[in-house]
């Protein structure tokens, strides 16, 4: 009988947490179309016109500097991030075509690489929302962004999560791991290993403990050491962020490596990329341009969304799995 109710309960929450995934996906699209105007359309963007600042890729948690115009490296990065965006909602185990022609048959989030992404950071969101609340409660201050022009602003932003993931998650992760594990002795590719580790080496190794193995003593320790080094980035002496910052971006910095490894980099990107632009791109459009409403919208739907995957992850790993044993 609890069996039977946990399970209807399940049931009600994939409801919800579906619907309320669509509803992100299509608040997203909304964000993709903001951006650009913000940048090319509004007074804030005719500021930056022509300018030219100096950005960083990182490569194993160093800072490369370069000059690009703003504008220009913007527009750049929002197709990679909008190609992105499309490739992962069309692969995965269950590609959004598919449910849609299946008149919105169950999701099930962690099936499609898009819907992965949005559940992870909703999650995310959630556990760095507890963190930053304690941290509060106890005098750890977290620190903010400078005041600055909004469309510069959206223009740093929108670069971190290409420089960032490919500097703490592809080269520390993905170049370490591959080293260690000597991939090219199970003749594997290079890119596609270093675009997604997991699924790639799932391919050519069978055995289930073979797989725990390797997860156990290189994916997880170099997750870690990836996601510290993460966090201490956003407190280097040029940084703008408190020593609470540290906290809050290492565990962002563990569940990005998590995506990265079990998923794919695209999904790594577009989790970081929903952190910075899409969680941004609408508050700086209805601060300073047109108040719609749709910041607190945003807000409530990732907050609920997060609540309810993590209730489901309790309820099907703690209630229902004691009840099968």
Known sequence: MKNDRGNKILNILNLIADTLILLTIVTMIVSFVIGPYIVFNSSFGNEI??????????????????????????????????????????????????????????????????????????????????????????????????????????????????????????????LFSLFLLKVWRKGISFIEYLVAPIPTLEKKIEDVEEKRRIVRTIFLPLIFTSGIIFGLAHIMPSSVWN?????EATFAGIMLGVAYVYYNLGVAILIHWTFNYYSNTIYIFEENLYNIGLSTVVDVIIIILGIILITKILIKYLFLKKETE
């Open 49 to 174: 016109s022509g300018k030219v600042s100096e950005f960083y890729i990182f490569f194993i948690g160093l800072a490369l500097p370069f000059k690009a115009q703003m504008r220009t490296l913007f527009i750049l990065e929002w197709i990679i991030y909008l190609s992105t965006f499309t490739l992962l909602a069309v692969s995965g185990k269950k590609p959004l075509q598919i449910i849609f022609k299946n008149k919105f048959s169950s999701i099930e989030p962690l099936s499609n690489n898009l819907t992965a992404s949005i559940s992870i950071f909703s999650i995310t969101v959630i556990i760095v929302l507890v963190i930053d609340w304690f941290q509060y409660n106890i005098g750890i201050e977290t620190g903010n962004l400078p005041p600055m022009n909004p469309a510069e602003l959206l223009c740093i932003i929108s670069h971190a999560p290409l420089s960032e993931e490919i500097g703490f998650r592809l080269s520390i992760i993905g």
């Open 243 to 247: 020593v609470g910052k540290v906290t």
